[in-house]
């Protein structure tokens, strides 16, 4: 009996034992077995796309972005508009390294046959090196992307880790096989090279350089420039070398130099060989690129190097982990998902350097202690962000807020000025106005907080207010106009668009609109920190809106500096006192306050009014309908392509009706998101480095923040849950749970909601409760609740 009673023990501990670990392993893995890749198709919304939009070879936030190419030699007129890959384009002109906001080079591309040097006209393949290919032929993975090109039956695949390109070519049995290095010709948003440089350094190792000046250097840090170094390793030595310039080859000739410049590889290939080139990638020097290669692809074989960015992005996307039947919807959100880990991507090196205005280097400090590590990164401008991209960063990537924040105070170091958008750490704005302030308040607020807190501030307060001697990449030239005023001042001067200075604005509108929100986070840092006087200031400069609202038709409307409102006033108009939208679309933003323009324009009529818009709205798909613009809804009610009004369908939580942000923000997911190449963001509507995707995902766990994490004690609004089951490991390493009980396409409606077994009588959440993790519960029906989350709404003025 004894031993039989030692023998159950055993066993029982055994057992449970095996339970613990089973536990501890579903903690970590929450839906034991899922691939998330499965559910992420980078070809959704490739028609219009940006230059950085279509970059599956790359791993979330590497400098390595590979991609093929329809178009990229083009460039483009404005120096921001779609170009890279084009989903009704069907010949592919090369395989390019880098994909960044107004960043783009180093094209390879396999061929046979004679030789050619150009890639040819898009619709003539027989003019250059480009190639036919059949989309069946192609495979869009995160982390890997295959190709036939038809015209040399050669297939190509692409991965990468973080600064490590991988391509490798299956040639078919030929003479003449070459692989092409395209340096020196224009790539994307980078317009004009002005040097390049490749070399052979020995017979399986080349090097060099392109230095590039894009249109948007050019408009708002003229002096700087884009320089990218690379360092490449081929599988197999050419059997000769020929050098190009333009139309000018020089056989056996391992060196080229200028514009235009590249090298030939020449190989005889058997059938099926492959041949492998891995290159190493830097902003600083081909030293540290080479550096680059040695510690991230040494010995690394393609297979492998594939192997491991999906492993990355399997452990990335499966940090919100959903589990429900309906498979299109989990298309859309790990889509979106993907596109928010990389949209932007780090530009310093492995040894911490990190590339400075007009071409010289600086070294981030070092990073010791128990404080997150960062990245210096390359980032189109945060406008709009605050409504997606910073909110799903904080819930579960911090590290990349924290390279956000830190990127831009170092910015700040080195010029003295926040600069919106960062190329290379030159200035890119973009939009002429400046929310890295807003942004780094939300970073603090939100806890992410691993930097000197008093520089930051410091740097904050001066965003907000200092004008002497602001430069153009900068931003807000119109500081002054606002501080003095208390709103920016409307002006129109014949044959001039887009005009901004100390004096006021033919953006006043929106930048009044914008200013006061800015201020706002900037007074909740302020007062954070104890600095009554700067909160005193900030606070009554956070109230400019309520200068530009018009009572009478109850818009927000421009004014001129002798105080009255501009005539010949359409509210419809584009452009005309508001950026990228009209008074219809921005009378909505005051997110900072709502009760505030709620009270203004009356609870009955600001409910209906919106509620209309979004009935209105839906029949054109919430944008610009079924037009491939970027800018296909500037002048509609609504436009969910663009990030103005990002936040509107949310506003009914602080209206006492929040059955209505649950029904529009459900609608809107469905409608204007899509699962096809043309429909994915609207038609060809700008995704904008991830924030698209971002609302997307923070929309579908039904969690929201229309201050956008500028509250001194931030809130987390509810909104319609889309999945049964969403999983989320929180940045703190804490899980939380959403789960819907009787979730259907049309039980849209929250019908009760518990947290943690309590039950929630509002629409909102303190976000640091929320943060501490467990399981938030909804139970949903196809009528709206009118009793539910209407006890309390969310606090508005903190």
């Known amino acids: 009996m004894q031993t039989k009673n030692h023998k159950f023990i055993y066993m029982k501990v055994k057992f449970s034992f095996v339970i613990v670990l089973l536990v501890l392993f579903s903690a970590h893995f929450p839906v034991e077995g899922q691939s998330f890749l499965k559910y992420v198709d980078p070809n959704i919304g490739t028609a219009h796309s940006r230059w950085f939009f279509y970059t599956p070879a790359a791993v979330p936030y590497g400098m390595a972005k590979l991609a093929p190419s329809t178009n990229g030699h083009y460039g483009n007129p404005s120096g921001w508009e779609a170009v890279g890959y084009d989903t009704r384009q069907n010949s592919i002109e090369g395989f390019v390294h880098f994909h960044e906001w107004q960043v783009g080079g180093v094209s390879y591309m396999p061929t046979t046959g004679a030789v050619k040097t150009k890639p040819g006209e898009l619709e003539g393949t ?27 039956n050669i297939t190509t695949e692409l991965t990468a880790n973080k600064r490590v390109g991988f391509q490798r070519y299956t040639f078919p049995k030929h003479e003449q096989s070459h692989i092409i290095l395209d340096i020196g010709n224009k790539q994307g948003e980078s317009d004009i090279v002005t040097d390049a440089s490749i070399k052979m350094v020995d017979d399986t190792h080349f090097e060099g350089y392109v230095i590039t000046y894009p249109k948007y250097v050019k408009i708002y840090d003229p002096e700087g420039k884009i320089a990218m170094f690379f360092y490449g390793e081929l599988s197999k030595k050419p059997a000769s070398v020929t050098a190009f310039k333009a139309d000018i080859l020089t056989e056996n000739q391992n060196s080229a130099t200028g514009k235009g410049a590249g090298l030939v590889l020449n190989y005889k290939t058997t059938d099926k060989e492959t041949i ?11 030293q540290n690129a080479k550096q680059n290669f040695i510690a991230e692809a040494a010995g690394l074989s393609f297979d492998r190097a594939k192997t491991q960015a999906q492993q990355i992005w399997q452990e990335q996307l499966g940090k919100i982990a959903i589990e429900d039947r309906d498979e299109q919807n989990k298309i859309k959100f790990y889509t979106g998902l993907f596109h928010a880990l990389l949209g932007r991507g780090i530009a310093s090196d492995v040894n911490g350097a990190y590339p400075k205005h007009g071409g010289q280097t600086g070294q981030l400090h070092a990073q010791t202690g128990n404080k997150a590590k960062f990245e210096f990164i390359n980032t189109d401008a945060i406008w709009g962000a605050f409504w997606n991209i910073t909110q799903l960063w904080s819930l579960s990537y911090p590290e990349w807020y924290g390279s956000f924040v830190n990127t831009h105070l170092q910015i700040f170091k080195d010029k003295g000025w926040f600069g919106d958008g960062i190329a290379n750490s030159e200035f890119v704005s973009g939009v002429g106005t400046n929310f890295v302030g807003l942004a780094i308040a939300g970073a603090y607020n939100a806890g992410i907080r691993n930097y000197d807190v008093e520089f930051a501030y410091q740097a904050v307060k001066a965003n907000e207010l200092s004008h002497k001697n602001r430069p153009v990449g900068a931003g807000k030239l119109d500081t002054k106009a606002f501080v003095d005023h208390g709103y920016v001042p409307f002006f129109e001067r014949k044959g001039q668009d887009f005009v901004t200075d100390s004096t006021g604005s033919n953006f006043s509108g929106s930048h009044t609109l914008e200013y006061s929100y800015s201020a706002f986070a900037a007074a909740q840092m302020a007062r954070a920190l104890g600095k009554t006087a700067d909160y005193a200031q900030f606070i009554k400069l956070s109230n400019g809106w309520q200068q530009i609202f018009n009572s009478q038709n109850k818009l927000m409307q421009p004014k001129k500096l002798d105080g009255s409102f501009i005539e010949k006033f359409d509210p419809y108009q584009p452009w005309r006192g508001f950026q990228e939208g009209n008074a219809v679309q921005y009378t909505f933003y005051v997110p900072h306050n709502p009760a505030g323009l709620i009270n203004a324009i009356g609870k009955e009529n600001f409910n209906n009014r919106l509620d209309s818009i979004f009935t209105v709205s839906e029949k054109l798909g919430f944008g610009g309908g079924k037009t491939i613009d970027a800018f296909a809804g500037v002048n509609s009610i609504y436009n969910h392509g663009n990030q103005p009004n990002l936040h509107t369908s949310w506003l009914f939580n602080f209206s006492g009706k929040p059955w209505l ?67 989320v490991t929180l940045c703190n390493g804490k899980t939380l749970v959403i789960e819907t009980k009787n979730n259907s396409k049309n039980n849209v409606y929250i019908q009760s909601a518990t947290f943690n077994g309590t039950s929630l009588d509002n629409c909102w959440l303190y976000r640091d409760d929320l943060m501490q993790g467990g399981k938030l519960t909804f139970v949903m029906g196809n009528q709206p609740n009118i009793n539910w989350g209407t006890k309390t709404p969310p606090p508005s003025a903190q």
């Open 661 to 727: 942000t649950q029904k529009w923000t459900r609608a809107i997911g469905r409608e204007f998101y899509g699962t096809e190449p043309i429909h994915g963001y609207g038609y060809g509507q700008d995704e904008d480095q991830g924030q698209l995707g971002s609302w997307y995902v923070m929309n579908a766990l039904g969690m929201f923040d229309v201050k956008g994490l500028t509250d001194l004690r931030p809130i987390i609004e509810l909104g319609s849950p889309l999945f049964d089951k969403a999983t």
């Open 276 to 286: 492998e080139v891995k290159t190493g990638l830097s902003y600083t020097s081909i």
């Open 126 to 152: 027989n003019t250059g090196y480009r190639s036919k290919f059949d989309r069946k032929n192609q495979v869009a993975e995160p982390g890997y992307y295959k190709v036939l090109l038809d015209d040399y």
